[in-house]
């Protein structure tokens, strides 16, 4: 992906190139493009489209009000309801139109520290509509000179950046790692003297003075570093003393080639004032990280899955171990499964030779007699050696159909009436019979 960082000045456009892939930024280059009146900024614009590339901006710190706010919380969606009261409760008077951003900065031991800022929807509309004629609608619209902070290495954790930039000059201070304070300043930079004694001044009033002050900006010369290491005693160096080996004129283009830098996977996002939801980096470290963590729980899943039937298979194996154990005492188990296969098997064999047995014996029986014969059993026993049979019925003549049923089955032999006679109240007759069953199971007939 194609990235392009833009940064208009009062009379040129400062840009940065890079490119992104699998998450890394490579700057491919800067550029200071003067322009003289809005026609020819508009040409200059127009000229720098391209497609597929993603536009990222910034509007100075001059465009908004801002404060550092130290809220009693650390809730995201607390802090999300609280700051616009917060930030309005410290201004004198709020606009009709106003946008309000923040940036958490951390956390701090009374809560959360925040920078706060308000601009007016108009001036936001105002930088896109120069932007979007042009073919260069922006992706995000930050507020320099954040971005310039993506330039400098996290080693350089405490230190002052002064971008020295005409009239639109700005001072902020990172202490521990974080952004601690943030001033645009009055003097102008065609007088280094004075913005070196504002610098002073504005550090000692932000906490106090770091021992090393970045200078960056299109008016970051020689004389305003003597002027500043004069004036606050401080380690001054120029950008690209602390940034490495970067192409062109960065110096100059700090905020274009911060805002290209923050682009990059593990970047710091700084306060963002508009921007595309859903889109360009954040939806890609989105989309990432829930393909990530979509891989991770699949192979745990798999694992999880691949544990549960190692265990069920070696559960298995040894109920086969002990059920075979159960079945062939006294010998040795070489393969359990196989072996407690063939004892079965061998025990189906012989259980078939012996013929069926008793739920075969019942079902051939309820196959034969038939449905029509009224039987009352108060007995029915299956036997190794035979079957009894003890009940009432309404005749004799049923206790004969009965009894040629029972003789009829291929499984028994030997069919008797042991006995056979009226109930006392003579309205039934009561029965007994026997028979022997046959050795594996007889012919069918």
């Not at 919380?73 to 951003?101: C, K």
């Not at 008016?219 to 001054?236: C, H, I, N, S």
Request: proline letters at 6%; aromatic letters at 2%.
């Amino acid at each position: 992906m194609r990235l392009l960082g833009l940064e208009l000045g009062e009379h040129e456009i400062r840009v940065a190139r890079g490119e992104r892939a699998f998450g890394t930024v490579r700057l491919t280059g800067v550029e200071r493009i003067p322009y003289d009146g809005a026609a020819e900024l508009a040409e200059r614009l127009a000229a720098l489209a391209a497609p597929s590339t993603t536009v990222l901006t910034a509007i100075p710190a001059t465009a908004v009000t801002h404060r550092l706010l130290v809220l009693p919380f650390r809730d995201p969606r607390r802090l999300a309801r609280t700051v616009r009261l917060e930030l309005f409760g410290q201004l004198p008077d709020e606009p009709e139109d106003a946008l309000v951003a923040y940036e958490s900065l951390g956390r701090v031991t009374e809560g959360s520290a925040v920078l706060a800022v308000v601009a007016r929807q108009a001036d936001i509309a105002a930088h896109r509509a120069l932007l979007g004629p042009a073919g260069l609608s922006p992706l995000r619209i930050e507020l320099a000179p954040l971005p310039a902070w993506n330039l400098l290495p996290p080693a350089l954790a405490d230190a002052g950046l002064l971008l020295a930039d005409g009239t639109r000059s700005t001072l902020s201070i990172r202490r521990d790692g974080r952004i601690a304070g943030l001033r645009a300043l009055v003097a102008s930079a065609d007088d280094p003297a004075a913005l070196a004694a504002e610098a002073r001044w504005s550090l000692a009033a932000l906490g106090g003075i770091p021992s090393t002050l970045v200078v960056a900006g299109t008016d970051a010369g020689p004389e305003l570093a003597t002027a500043l290491a004069d004036a606050t005693r401080a380690t001054v160096v120029p950008l690209a003393q602390v940034a490495g080996a970067l192409p062109g004129d960065f110096g100059a283009c700090a905020v274009a080639a911060g805002l290209v830098a923050g682009a990059a996977w593990r970047a710091p996002k700084h306060l963002l004032l508009a921007g595309g939801e859903g889109e360009g980096p954040p939806a890609f470290r989105r989309s990432v990280a829930l393909a990530l963590a979509a891989l991770v729980l699949g192979a745990v899943d798999l694992g999880l899955v691949h544990h549960r039937l190692a265990e069920r298979d070696a559960a298995l194996a040894a109920a086969i171990r002990v059920e075979a154990g159960a079945a062939l005492p006294g010998g040795r188990l070489v393969a359990p499964r196989a072996e407690l296969e063939a004892a079965l098997a061998a025990a189906s064999h012989r259980a078939a030779r012996r013929g069926p047995g008793a739920l075969g014996v019942l079902r051939d029986l309820s196959t034969r007699v038939p449905p029509t014969l009224a039987l009352d059993l108060d007995e029915l026993v299956v036997e190794p050696e035979g079957v009894r049979l003890h009940g009432r019925t309404d005749s004799f003549g049923t206790v004969d159909a009965l009894r040629a049923a029972l003789a009829g089955s291929p499984l028994l032999s030997e069919v008797t009436a042991e006995e056979t006679r009226a109930t006392v109240d003579g309205r039934h007759v009561e029965f007994r019979l026997r028979a022997a069953r046959r050795a594996g199971g007889g012919e069918t007939s």
